[in-house]
């Protein structure tokens, strides 16, 4: 009777608890709230690639992936929860696609030996792997973004901006201030002005901001949005008619629907990014065949080649290829979250590994060490063209400041070693 | 004149306009309050919700598509035609009846006689509801609203001014258009609620229920009326707000920017919400082009509120509201 019970107690917990064989990737989306037109598409894109993998390959090195889904809202205290319940299900890696989540899972994931990816977004000192063990943000960081806006500036005025002046309109936040002092470390350096304009959140009402830009002519605007602000920015812009081709966003104000609203008038207006633009890439055509077509697709199926689909179909095979580098180092295709923090570490996209995924040239070259998790900071220019609704490449891939990044980041992440008792690594 | 002077009178104007669109705002949650004594907090909602029922008709949207084709399997997502915009107006104006139908038959008509807090807690509880349900409609993607209202700045206002002050003032047609509309619309609902049957009756009901239901007004059909006009605000608040920056889930947050205009103009005055609106919207764009600067900008919201708290320590019911004694 006794065994009866207790091979009956065994079954009913094996069947109960969780397939620890699979490679488990949570995913803290958010579909629905203000912010879900940038959360559905990157979230889509997500779990469409790690799709394609089980449904192609098999998963990785012939482990299935598991994909669990944690709706956020954009919503700080919802995405804690979300980590605190998926976590248990031997979660290899999170990208909370949210600064304000990133910066309350810094000392979680490290106390919990998990890693955790902020691509392009999120605590910009945490490149410095000396001090932040398990936070990665390669391959460009925030302050790669302010550089390369300056950079670009300085491409189009023949490497001077002595005397320009340039406004920073941006999110009052923790995100839309993360720029700020980049900017005013190159002010100095290259002799502009810099004005900053904060936009309070979410952003609908932002006519005392373009009402100062108009009578002020700023030469050139940067904008840190996200959300509502970022098509409110757009429409306010063409409506004092600003020139549009000297107004610059960065990568999370660089997306269709973020331009669409203002229609023909947001033609000209640019944007950085570290990913590829549209569905050109034979990555696509696999996508087609094992998901789309299969009917396998996260969401609606709407969103393939869209800036954000992308940026997060990117992120999955990031995610995908740092698995392959852990089963690699270690041997084994079952690995715990402290191998995939490893092969985070030790993780090199090349070209020829980008063309054999299908996605020759989709981001930059770059490779991760335990100093540097930011990776090199390319970045490159996009501009919007209404009239046949596409982003153009203006700019490829380029080089940003790395010594006022690097000064910046080791100032900051050193404040942040001393605040929390942290003795530096990678000796 | 001093160009300090002619920036601040070019923001002044550009202050009143979007106090109009403020009011625009609380004006339906002074209808619902003065009528039934409810906080609506699912007004915001109900903004976006007309929006985004607008876009979908006007584009032929299929609702609840996704939810459809997950249960059949189908992928079905447009119907392939588009309608006019007026036309898709009015159907929308025939939704939002709809939902004030079914506001009243399943929420509020088994509350009546309950405490103000617990009806405030069921508009929280709508407020989230239709949030889902516009979701699950018509999607949480970001769509533009053109119902071909202009936009952009007024050109003749910006030549005229800069004949005369040496400096073209920016004034949004959008705004110009939103303010004529603004004042039809109060026009129109003061004519309503003084010279019809049923805006008598409305304004019975508000005053005191009991009496109201005594003289054989139908309680009932005066609420979903009430709900109906504050759905029609709420639609072109919608319109006015959704054309600016595309449909999207941000749009039930206008809200914020009404609360401050309520507690100015008082939460049962329809002149108040107006007047309400204009004192905030040049107050903040005032405030923010004087100070901001030296307090590092961003200062509209947080002074908006701050101006309503200086207003109800001198005027706890606002400028327009009914003064509440309470004799023991």
Redesign the interface.
Known sequence: MNKTLATMALSALMAAGPAMADLVIPDLSYRTGPFAAGGIPFSDGYNDYFTLLNERDGGIGGEPIRVIECETGYNTEKGVECYESTKGEGALVYQPLSTGITYQLIPKVTADGIPLHTMGYGRTSAANGKVFSNVFNYPANYWNGASGAVNHLLDINDGDLKGKTIALVYHNSAYGKEPIRTLEALSEKYGFELTLLPVDSPGQEQKSQWLQIRREKPDYVVLWGWGIMNQVAVQEAANIRYPMENFIGVWWSGAEFDVEPAGDKATGYKALTFTGLGDDYPVYDDLKKYVVDAGKTAGAGDQLGAVQYNRGLYAAMLAAEAIKTAQEMHGVTDITPAMMRDGMEALEITNAKMEGLGMAGFGPEFSVSCENHGGPGLVGVVQWDASTGTWNNIQDFKPTDGEVIGALINEDSAAYAAENNISERCE | MPEQLV?AM??TL?GLM?GVLYALVALGFVLIYKASGIFNYAQGVMALFAAMTLVGIMNGQVPFA?LI?AIF?THV?EFGWSVPGFVAILLTLAVMVLLAWAVQRFVMRHLVGQEPIILFMATIGLAFFL??VA?LMW????K???VGLP???NLWIDETTFQIFDYGF?I?NLDIVATLIAALLVIALVAFSQYTKQGRAMRAVADDHQAALSVGISLNFIWVMVWSVAGFVALVAGIM?GT???V???????AL?ALPVLMLGGFTSIPGAIVGGLIIGVGE?LF??AL?PAL???T??WFAYVLALIFLVFRPQGLFGEKIIERV
């Open positions: 920036f070019e923001v550009n979007a996704h084709n399997g997502h949030e889902g979701d999607g949480s993607e970001i533009t609203l053109d936009q952009g700045i920016f949004d707000w600016k920056s595309g999207q889930f941000s749009l039930s947050l206008i920017k764009k923010e082009f901001g590092g900008g961003a509209e919201n």
